[in-house]
């Protein structure tokens, strides 16, 4: 079972289970109104998961370039320069969707650091305030 915002967009980036027993993001009551609700650990791993999708996302940016460095026509005839074209072509849509899912994650993973600030300061706000109560 996903949960929240961040499970449905991991869900949806890569499938199913695809993230198996360790990619399960786990949270509170489900939020509403576009908030999900997570303790520390939960989040920082959240974090950690998706710092690992966008190394994988940057490795998959320099293979494309790699492809598009080799797309080259196998011979000198226009059929074979049609055919290094449409390749070329391919590749550039390809990098362009990459680009896209990268800036995406990198935006992700700034809010949930950002989340993860808030929360921490908190949770010490909180602990101070209950700290001098007693």
Same mark, same amino acid.
């Given at each position: 079972?996903?949960?929240?915002? &961040? ?9 199913? /289970? ?17 908030? =999900? *609700?997570? %303790?520390?650990? *939960? ?16 490795? /998959?940016?320099?293979?494309? *370039?790699?492809? &598009?460095?080799? &797309?080259?026509?196998?011979?000198? /005839? ?44 908190? %949770? ?5 305030? =209950?700290?001098?109560?007693?």
């Amino acid at each position: 079972m996903i949960i929240g915002e &961040a499970g449905q967009a991991v869900q949806a980036v890569w499938g199913g /289970d695809i993230l198996g027993e360790r990619g399960r993001v786990y949270g509170g009551g489900g939020g509403g109104g576009g908030r =999900f *609700e997570m %303790d520390p650990e *939960e989040l920082a791993s959240v974090i950690g998961q998706w710092e690992a999708e966008l190394e994988k996302i940057v490795d /998959d940016a320099r293979t494309i *370039e790699g492809l &598009a460095i080799a &797309a080259v026509a196998p011979g000198q /005839d226009p059929a074979s320069s049609g055919y290094a074209s449409t390749t070329y072509d391919s590749i550039t849509s390809l990098q362009a969707q990459n680009d896209s899912m990268r800036k995406y994650v990198q935006n992700y993973i700034k809010k949930l650091k950002e989340a993860q600030t808030k929360t921490v300061a908190t %949770d010490q706000g909180l602990s101070e305030t =209950f700290g001098q109560a007693t």
